[in-house]
């Protein structure tokens, strides 16, 4: 049923640096994810495009090295629409995802660590209502355990290396973006002040 302990203390160690680097990243603030929604702020945007490039590489090498294993989970249709719906509607909404909301829990964000209590009733009553679910999931069809790597037939690092080079190009736009000008949002508690005009000069008495 459990992992072993070495296996569960890595995960721990590997989490806990996770939460770090999300933390010092500025992630866990929540007017940075909501300067992200607002397309003002990209921090967001670089981290995870960063984190997903350097992921694949390090999965890949991994599994390429006999250290791990890939555990591909079956693509349902319906499952990818209803999550990603909910997912979006829940950071709308919330301000966070799951791992920037722990994370701020962690810092002391009140807000945060509601919305931490509410994911996890929220999982008690999905696992509760699966059985219901999962004909209606499973109705929009099961395309099975496939990858991209799979469907273009060409080997993984193929499609690593141009998931890096998009990923780079990617950030390289969002760089000159925010160079042409945009500003994000004020942080929490400042106000956007805006210069105040001069006063006109008086004319003096001849």
Not at 65 to 73: K, R
Not at 137 to 166: H, Q, R, Y
Request: aromatic share 8%.
């Amino acid at each position: 049923m459990f992992e072993s302990p070495d296996t569960l203390a890595l995960g721990l160690i590997t989490g806990v640096a996770f939460g770090f680097l999300l933390q010092k990243g500025g992630v866990a603030n929540y007017q940075t994810i909501l300067g992200q929604l607002l397309l003002r702020n990209w921090t967001v945007v670089k981290i995870m495009g960063t984190a997903i490039a350097v992921g694949a590489v390090g999965v890949y090498a991994l599994v390429g090295g006999g250290a791990a294993t890939l555990d591909i989970w079956s693509f349902q249709i319906g499952g990818v629409i209803v999550g990603a719906l909910l997912f979006g509607v829940g950071l709308a909404v919330f301000g966070y995802c799951p791992g920037t909301s722990v994370t701020a829990s962690g810092q002391g964000s009140r807000d945060a660590m509601m919305g931490v209590a509410g994911m996890a009733v929220g999982a008690g009553v999905f696992v509760a209502a699966y059985p219901s679910l999962e004909p209606v999931i499973n109705g929009f069809g099961d395309v099975g355990k496939i990858t991209l790597v799979e469907l273009l037939g060409v080997s993984p690092w193929t499609v690593i290396l141009a998931l890096v080079v998009m990923v780079t190009v990617a950030l390289w736009l969002v760089e000159r973006h925010e160079g042409s000008g945009t500003r994000p949002p004020p942080a929490h508690g400042e106000t956007a002040l805006k210069p105040r005009p001069a006063a006109p000069a008086r004319e003096r008495s001849a």
